[in-house]
């Protein structure tokens, strides 16, 4: 059996058997360590690609080309993923979607998620992106089962405006998540937004105050170009240093040191302890300190959001034989991919081609 990378059309050769064996991190339980001396720790799994709202941003509200269901890994399949993953010093497990909580036995994925062990013994950290709605039913149950932290993005506090921006009518309903996230002890609570030019930039003020009364850190993400339909355009971004000129004629705004690996870059506001955070992949990557791979609900793994380069793990979870021999090939892949791992998206090079997956069928 020999699985293999797939870049859109061209099937490319993994590394020969010795080069495996000249290469310390393709020993099982190593760390996921890529050429550029980056540490792996974080696994986002995409659960579907199907979503509850059509944001303009990411796909059309009709004529959408979703994925087999066949071809949708099942709740067994992601764990024996993420078990191969834990073993290899992975730490925080991600679940997105499309939207996550669409999956019907998404307690039980994140029961079974959560029992897992790294190396040291430690049980390793779950975590969700949503848009909120159903998050007021099933919140409950899923921190039963185990999940530590969770993500809600909401773009827009008007009514009208979020009706047009989803193509669908219903924020309240996000809203009653947010305050159930609000009311329970998940800590840190993160309200994630688009910043985008003429569509909500001018209620970038309103949504830091409306997390601040939510005891939540809100985040503000550059649009990036991973549309569905391939829309984007750099002019209709609304950057970084736009959005802080827009916080700073309400906060005074200090920078957090000690960023790490997280995406977002944060400040204080008015010396704190609130914050706002910063995720600005277009105007100042953070490439260089990447610790996250991916995997698709088809059991794609992806080592960039941007990637052009895709792991097949479908043929190694779903030949028979046994879990061992499984784990090993799920390990070799998951080398393999760290291994393949650019310095950086290239984003803003003339050269720079968009990934022809959209962002509901690659993961958050």
Known sequence: ??????????RMPLPGAADAASDAT???????VDTYSRVHRDLRISLTDRCSLRCTYCMPEQGNEWLARTSILSLDEIVEVARVAAAAGITTFRLTGGEPLLRTDIVDVVRRLARLRGPDG???EIAMTTNGIRLDEVLSDLIDAGLHRVNISLDTLRHDRFRELTRRDRLDDVLAGIAAAAASDLRPLKINAVAMRGVNDDELVDLVAFAVAHSAQMRFIEQMPLDAGHTWSRENMVTREEILQALSSRWTLTPVPGRGGAPAER????????????????TAPFCGDCDRLRLTADGQLRNCLFSTTEYDLLPILRAPGAEDSRADGIDGMLRACVRGKLPGHAINEPSFLQPARGMNAIGG
């Open 26 to 32: 393709a020993v099982p339980g190593a760390p996921l």
């Open 267 to 282: 400040w204080m506001l008015d010396g704190g302890p609130d914050t706002v955070g910063v995720i600005a992949s277009v």
């Open 1 to 10: 059996m020999s699985a293999v990378p797939v870049t859109i059309g061209v």
């Open 122 to 124: 430690q049980p390793v």
